[in-house]
């Protein structure tokens, strides 16, 4: 069985240019998670979908933070215009139900 | 307010010695309890989960963990370290509900083994 799949592994832009992440979740995994992780930190929610529904977006910075997963299935995360501070590690994961939340391998993000 | 507090930042440890790091937590009710492990550049990966039942939980890798409400604890054990146990380690929570939702994580604890 694939795990889930991100795009790109890392990317390396200058500040106030825009950068999109893609994330594939597992088949059949209804529940799609986006976390953010700083250097020496854990991970931090951004935004949880159940299917094609943003649940919890609270800590989504909706200024420049935009989010959307059609049909219910792939996943993209967009950063428009991205600052020096959104250098992170963006992790994509997914479960279904009450089961193993799987976590992708993550988008590096360097914003300089 | 949730939290998850892991006091050690670094841990070194040498091959073969015995292992715990700590995790306590702050919820309003008892959580759904996870450990995590992530080696350099790689993405998470479950070493065990707590959900109900026996407050002792087997994992992979030899890992085990022990819930105790007293004390808001669930730290991570394993009896004989080995080299490629290598890596960041991080404790989270989560709500009960009937799904997985938002997950809190610790800060993590750096492991460094001695050959």
Redo the contacts between chains.
């Keep these: 069985e694939a795990g889930?799949v991100q795009s790109p592994r890392y990317k390396i832009i200058e500040k106030k240019q825009p950068v999109a992440f893609w994330c594939n979740p597992i088949s059949g995994h209804n529940?799609l998670y986006w976390y953010r992780q700083n250097l020496?930190?854990?991970?931090?929610?951004l935004i949880?979908y159940?299917n094609e529904e943003a649940v919890?977006d609270s800590q989504l910075p909706k200024d420049r933070f935009s989010a959307e997963r059609l049909k219910g299935v792939d996943s993209t995360l967009k950063i428009q215009p991205a600052e020096l501070g959104d250098s992170a590690v963006y992790?994509c994961?997914s479960?279904l139900?009450?089961?193993?939340?799987?976590?992708?391998?993550?988008s590096w993000l360097t914003v300089v | 307010a949730q939290s998850?507090t892991q006091p050690d930042i670094h841990i070194t440890v040498s091959e073969g010695a015995s292992l715990e790091l700590r995790c306590n937590y702050s919820y309003g009710a008892t959580p759904y309890l996870?450990w995590?492990v992530q080696s350099p550049?790689?993405?998470?990966?479950?070493l065990l989960?707590y959900?109900s039942g026996d407050t002792l939980v087997q994992g992979i890798k030899g890992f085990e963990a022990e819930f105790k409400r007293s004390q808001s604890s669930f730290n991570l054990r394993k009896p004989s370290v080995h080299w490629s146990d290598a890596a960041e380690y991080?404790c989270?929570v989560g709500a009960r509900g009937?799904?997985?939702?938002?997950?809190y994580?610790?800060?993590?604890t750096q492991l460094t083994v001695w050959p």
Aim: hydrophobic content about 35%; overall charge positive; aromatic content about 14%.
């Design positions: 889930v529940t020496g930190q854990g991970p931090e929610l949880r159940e919890d992790l994961a479960s139900k009450l089961n193993t939340i799987y976590f992708g391998e993550g | 998850v996870f995590y550049g790689q993405g998470l990966q479950l989960k959900f991080f989270a009937s799904t997985l939702g938002r997950l994580f610790g800060r993590g």
